[in-house]
Antibody, heavy 124, light 106 residues
Framework: QVQLQQSGAELAKPGSSVKISCKAS????????ISWIKQTTGQGLEYIGY????????NYNEKFKGKATLTVDKSSSTAFMQLSSLTPDDSAVYYC?????????????????WGQGTLVTVSS | EIVLTQSPTTMAASPGEKVTITCRAS?????MYWYQQMSDASPKLWIY???KLASGVPDRFSGSGSGTSYSLTINTMEAEDAATYYC?????????FGSGTKLEIK
C-alpha cells in the first residue's frame, strides 16, 4: 500500500533552517510528483509547491519562493523540504502528499495520499 | 489566485440527518476535490473529480456542482462522519483550499 512517512517534529530557533523528509513506499516513486502543504490554525491549508521526482524539477507557490526548497533522492525514494530563515509564522504542520495530475482538455490535480505531517515549531 | 469560500464554517447534525456543505470559487473551475480530516490526523482524499468517491468512502456521501459552486452531501449523517471537510480547486495555480467546514454530531 502507498505510504508516505515523514520525519519527526522539529523545534527551531528564529533565523535557522529545518529540513523535513518524506519517504515513499508502495509504488514507483518516480511515477508521481510529491507536493508539500502547510497547515496552520489561522491560515488553513496552503499549497507550497511540487517536485518532479524523476527530473528534480520544481514548481513553487509564489508565496513560498525563497522560503521552501524542494529536493529529492531517487535512490531512497525520499523527498525533502528545507525551510529557511525561519520565523514564528513558519510554525505549522507540514504535509507531503502524492500528487495526481492529468490533463484531458480539463485539468485534474489532486492529492490522493498524504504523509502523517511534521510539526515545525519556531521559538527562541 | 482562486479563493474558495466554504459554508457553513461549523455545523452540527443529528444521526440520520441530511448534510450539505458548499464551496464557492472566486472564478470558474472544472473540477472540485474534497478531503476529510479527523482530529490529529492527516487529510484524506474523499471526493475527486467533483463527484467520484475515493476508495472506501461510504456511498451516503456524494459530490456535485460546476463552475463556481460545488457541494458535498451526506445523505444520512452518521457519528463517524464528524470531521472537518476541505474543498480544493484543481485548475489554477497556485492550487488552493477552502477554509474548512467542521461537522459535529448532535
Amino acid at each position: 500500500q502507498v505510504q508516505l512517512q515523514q520525519s519527526g517534529a522539529e523545534l527551531a530557533k528564529p533565523g535557522s533552517s529545518v529540513k523535513i523528509s518524506c519517504k515513499a513506499s508502495g509504488y514507483t516513486f518516480t511515477s508521481y510528483y510529491i507536493s508539500w502543504i502547510k497547515q496552520t490554525t489561522g491560515q488553513g491549508l496552503e499549497y507550497i509547491g511540487y517536485i518532479n521526482t524523476g527530473s528534480g524539477g520544481t514548481n513553487y507557490n509564489e508565496k513560498f519562493k525563497g522560503k521552501a526548497t524542494l529536493t529529492v533522492d531517487k535512490s531512497s525514494s525520499t523527498a525533502f523540504m528545507q525551510l529557511s530563515s525561519l520565523t514564528p509564522d513558519d510554525s505549522a504542520v507540514y504535509y507531503c502528499a502524492r500528487r495526481s495530475y492529468y490533463y484531458d482538455g480539463y485539468y485534474h490535480d489532486w492529492f490522493a495520499y498524504w504523509g502523517q505531517g511534521t510539526l515545525v515549531t519556531v521559538s527562541s | 489566485e482562486i479563493v474558495l469560500t466554504q459554508s457553513p464554517t461549523t455545523m452540527a447534525a443529528s444521526p440520520g440527518e441530511k448534510v450539505t456543505i458548499t464551496c464557492r470559487a472566486s472564478s470558474s473551475v472544472s473540477y472540485m476535490y474534497w478531503y476529510q480530516q479527523m482530529s490529529d490526523a492527516s487529510p484524506k482524499l474523499w471526493i475527486y473529480d467533483t463527484s467520484k468517491l475515493a476508495s472506501g468512502v461510504p456511498d451516503r456521501f456524494s459530490g456535485s456542482g460546476s463552475g463556481t459552486s460545488y457541494s458535498l452531501t451526506i445523505n444520512t449523517m452518521e457519528a463517524e462522519d464528524a470531521a472537518t471537510y476541505y474543498c480544493q480547486q484543481c485548475c489554477s495555480t497556485p492550487l488552493t483550499f477552502g477554509s474548512g467546514t467542521k461537522l459535529e454530531i448532535k
